[in-house]
């Protein structure tokens, strides 16, 4: 009697066959005369497991994982409904990432993601009370407790929807999850209803379920990293610990007990517990290699995951910091990790948790106009600041000293020259002007305070005594003021 199969597992059969008969395809030329894939070592299929395999292992396979997603969701993410005063909706949020550290989650989701085809989130309402009830949909007025990020392996799914009129049609609508329990050797088998777990796919080409694994265009070239790497220190290490050919003299015999003695020589030697050789009869020759530099190598290797991936190199290779890295480097980056906010954390991982919550209740509905905030990538660093202003201080310094003015009237000058938005000239000029203002006021007030204690001093000071018939002595200078001579001698009578 023939089998039959279920829609769910001739999908799955379909998927595998389309895989295999690609993979056929790699490494061959002049027909199937040169198979380069089995010449190179090279695997034709990839599992998710021997990709979590590279991730755990290898440090440039973690770098191509780990630098994008810290990047992208650095910062922290804020939801925001545009409103002057903070909406229920923007509290909730912020409460519901608090208590369960949602976006330190939404990260290993990424991860895990780009380690398969796909990442699964698994969401723990309130209303599962016991194991049966993960396969229910949910409804709504629910309360989230938990969120847990899984990889492919440990969410398999088991049924796909079949309707062609369904807005799901091709789409999974049940997983196979698999719960490591703490201090469980087994692990917990769970079916879950897809309502409860947001599908994260990266690398889409024609399935909507089905992504493309990060590692999977570079994994050749990890490979051929291993090799170079492992290759250059197995040839320092046998360099540094080299064989030795033994040339026998001619016409010399050697007994038994002199070969056992020499035997138990060498082996001493090699470990380290004697340093000299006490032989007749045998010349000893160290067996050397020249030692190559795999720098050359190497980089070729980090250019090519570079150009895959659009990591900038010196930031593949951790030296993106201080002065390490080129200003065209941090832009290229920086627009690397707007363009993954905009075109995959934001629209496939994000929102639809959002929407998610929103719908049964887990969070107050936000609205048709609420929008994420991201930490600005571009916004420079206080020692960048510190940089902007010395430089921004010694131009204008040249500038009004230097006359310009006359030619360049300022606001020209901090718009063209300085490069300063229209709102920040507009903020610095109502600041000098008000600078002005508060200058006047100060001359004024001091000036006012010097009249003041004048008046005071000439008060105190001792009047001159008049004699009859002698010339009126000048009066006594006040403090402050110029001495004016007397235009003519007077006499009393």
Not at 319 to 346: K, P, T, V
Request: aromatic share 8%; hydrophobic share 35%; proline share 7%.
């Amino acid at each position: 009697m023939p089998r039959t199969f279920t829609n769910e597992q001739l999908q799955a059969l379909s998927t595998l066959v389309t895989r295999t008969g690609y993979a056929t395809q790699l490494g061959y030329q002049y027909g199937t005369a040169r198979d380069l894939y089995e010449a190179l070592g090279y695997p034709l299929n990839i599992t998710a497991e021997e990709y979590a395999a590279k991730y755990n292992r290898l440090d440039i396979a973690k770098a191509i994982i780990d630098r994008p997603v810290g990047a992208t969701w650095r910062g922290g993410v804020r939801l925001s409904n545009d409103e002057k005063t903070e909406t229920e909706f923007e509290k909730a949020w912020t409460k519901l990432d608090t208590d369960l550290g949602l976006v330190a989650k939404l990260a290993r989701l990424d991860k895990l993601t780009g380690l398969g085809e796909y990442g699964v989130l698994l969401l723990g309402f309130d209303d599962v009370k016991e194991t049966r009830e993960w396969t229910n949909p949910v409804t709504g007025g629910r309360k989230l407790l938990y969120v847990k990020p899984l990889s492919q392996p440990h969410a398999n799914i088991t049924r796909w929807e079949t309707d062609p009129s369904s807005e799901r049609y091709g789409m999974p609508t049940e997983y196979g999850i698999s719960l490591q329990a703490p201090g469980q050797e087994t692990a917990l088998a769970l079916n879950v209803h897809w309502s409860r777990c947001i599908h994260a796919v990266d690398g889409l080409t024609e399935s909507e379920w089905q992504g493309t694994p990060r590692l999977k265009a570079v994994y050749n070239r990890l490979m051929d990293l291993e090799k170079i790497v492992g290759g250059s220190g197995e040839m320092f290490w046998r360099n540094a610990r080299p064989g030795f050919q033994g040339e026998m003299q001619p016409d010399y015999t050697m007994s038994a007990a002199m070969e056992a003695d020499l035997q138990d020589q060498l082996d001493e030697f090699d470990h380290n517990l004697r340093r000299f050789l006490v032989n007749e009869g045998i010349k000893f020759t160290p067996l050397t290699q020249p030692l190559e530099d795999p720098g050359p190598s190497v980089d070729i290797q980090i250019q090519m995951i570079s150009a895959e991936t659009g990591i900038p190199k010196r930031i593949l290779t951790g030296s993106e910091r201080g002065e390490l890295a080129s200003s065209e480097d941090r832009n290229n980056w920086f627009d690397l990790i707007q363009a993954r906010r905009e075109d995959f954390a934001e629209p496939v991982i994000l929102r639809p948790l959002v929407e998610r919550l929103m719908e049964f209740g887990a969070l107050p509905v936000g609205g048709d106009s609420w929008t994420v905030e991201w930490e600005d990538l571009y916004a420079p660093s206080e020692k960048q600041k510190a940089e902007i202003g010395r430089v921004q201080t010694e131009s204008l310094a040249k500038y009004v000293g230097g006359g310009v003015d006359a030619i360049i009237p300022p606001e020209s000058y901090m718009e063209f020259m300085l490069g300063m938005d229209r709102d920040r000239i507009d903020e610095i000029l109502a600041k000098l002007d008000e600078y002005q203002v508060e200058e006047a006021k100060q001359a004024e007030e001091d000036a006012k305070i010097a009249m003041e204690e004048q008046a005071k001093m000439a008060e105190l000071m001792p009047q001159p005594v008049v004699v009859p018939g002698q010339p009126v002595p000048p009066k006594q200078p006040v403090p402050g003021q110029p001495v004016v001579p007397p235009k003519k001698k007077e006499v009393i009578q």
